[in-house]
């Protein structure tokens, strides 16, 4: 196993490498902000780098791979939520969270090691901070929040290349940004590593860096003191999707190797967009998906997770709902061949063209035709174990003996508690005629003396 990624900062594709003397492999991968259900755009990202965690498995050792992921508990979306909400911070964070897990969970995605937040490592984002400011690469402004002098840094922009942009675009990047914020930094490009409390953040607030207010920290740090903490100073892998690029991987470059002087990152992988029907996701074109949705749909989380991985992840992926279709087939297909599989006698070569094109930048599109290129010659040279492991690297639930439990979305369960009822009340065109509804849904309820159950509907 030798698996290579395309460096978006070499700009080439490098084999990974595990450069500290434990030999443990160190990846960080930019986890989610937890104010609302992640889309499915998201989960491609989440999916892909549960691809890359297998793979670095497979590859180094299930004990020698360390993955990291945040969650970004506070910032203005997360504020904002709270308040429109009127419920604390920590209460709506700790909801989403949860979710968040219960997909991650359906979708087949390995937990991380350490999953830090935010509010949990204010102390650390301080202390970085702190060194920023002695070392001359960070400054307070009057209304208490500290900025990160983006021209101390002279390699700013070598990962996007935001220096070459900002010229083709006439500065469009630094006349927007100085726009945007009528604050207190000294240049249009500085970003915020601490933010001075404001009325609106209500009681969300801690003890600043040396000299600046009471307020929280910026977005960018958090990822670079939270790192730090729980992988060291210099990391083998750092992942997220393609808007990370800029600035927040550029930021966290920054205050990482001014704040210790060492590379942050060797290397860095970024994977692209999920367009649905063609299109780019947004709540106002109505095609902006959760899991939930899907699986309301009648999807299983094990074909959305297909379809996430089926096109090449450096490339934009058309999502459409045929391509769950498709997903639950190929399933079927790779369900029934391995039901028919021998426990032993098989050769692993078979797997090798497999192998090699996920080692080859994760091109998934190449492994699956190979994969099913072994499938429709027939089982040959090929047994259980050797199969499994070919899975295990995709993630696929293909176990029949457990099948997929999904939970009913609120939706139908709503449909199902007012056929409950009219059925109590013998109303029993209502209830047949919400019985047909629920089956549209993609759904069977299942009557019981005490109550009932839901099922999803079978084909
Ligand atoms: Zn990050």
């Given at each position: 196993m030798a698996l290579k990624l395309y460096d978006s900062l070499a700009r080439e594709q490098r084999p990974v490498a595990a450069s500290h003397a434990d030999g443990v492999f160190r990846f960080y991968n930019c986890g989610p902000t937890v104010y609302a259900p992640a889309h499915i755009g998201n989960f491609r990202t989440f999916v892909i780098n549960d691809l890359i965690r297998r793979m670095l498995e497979l590859q180094f050792g299930s004990a020698k791979v360390k993955h990291v992921r945040n969650l970004t508990d506070v910032d203005d979306k997360t504020i904002r939520r709270s308040r429109e909400e009127k419920r604390p911070l920590a209460e709506v964070t700790k909801h989403w969270t949860d979710k968040f897990h219960a997909d991650c969970g359906a979708l087949n995605c390995l937990a991380p090691h350490v999953e830090p937040t935010a509010t949990g490592h204010i102390r650390e984002q301080v202390d970085m901070i702190d060194v920023l400011l002695q070392k001359g690469n960070a400054y307070r402004a009057a209304d208490g929040s500290v900025y990160f002098?983006?021209?101390?840094?002279?390699?700013?922009?070598?990962?996007?290349r935001v220096k070459e942009r900002e010229l083709q675009l006439g500065s469009a990047l630094v006349g927007k940004s100085q726009a945007a914020d009528a604050d207190e930094?000294?240049?249009?490009t500085d970003f915020a590593l601490w933010k001075a409390w404001k009325p609106e953040d209500g009681d969300v607030k801690w003890d600043g860096p040396t000299g600046a207010g009471a307020g929280r920290p910026g977005w960018h740090i958090e990822c670079s003191a939270m790192s730090k903490k729980h992988?060291?100073?210099?990391?083998?892998l750092h992942t997220g999707a393609v808007d990370l690029l800029f600035p927040h991987h550029e930021n966290e470059i920054a205050q990482s190797e001014c704040c210790n002087g060492e590379t942050f990152s060797r290397h860095w992988y970024h994977n692209e967009h999920l367009l649905v029907d063609g299109k780019k996701m947004s709540k106002s074109l109505g095609n902006l998906y959760t899991l939930d949705d899907i699986v309301a749909k009648g999807s299983s989380p094990t074909a959305l997770r297909y379809a996430l991985l089926s096109g090449h992840p450096r490339k934009q992926l058309n999502f459409t709902l045929d391509s769950l279709h498709s997903a639950e087939k190929a399933l079927t297909t790779l369900r029934a061949y391995r039901a028919a599989l021998p426990a032993s006698g098989g050769s692993p070569d078979t797997f090798a063209p497999f192998f090699a094109a996920l080692e080859d930048d994760l091109n998934t599109p190449a492994a699956l035709g190979a994969l099913f290129t072994i499938v429709n010659r027939g089982a040959t040279g090929v047994d259980l174990p050797n199969f499994d492991r070919a899975i295990f690297a995709l993630g696929l639930k293909l176990d029949t003996a457990a099948p997929e439990k999904a939970e009913a979305p609120a939706e139908v369960k709503a449909l199902a508690d007012k056929r409950w009822a009219a059925k109590q009340a013998k109303d029993f065109a209502a209830a047949d005629a919400l019985r047909k509804e629920i089956a549209a849904a993609g759904w069977s309820m299942l009557d019981r003396k005490d109550g009932y159950s839901l099922e999803k509907a079978k084909g």
């Open positions: 002098k983006v021209n101390s840094f002279p390699n700013y922009g070598r990962l996007s930094k000294e240049d249009g992988l060291g100073e210099t990391i083998d």
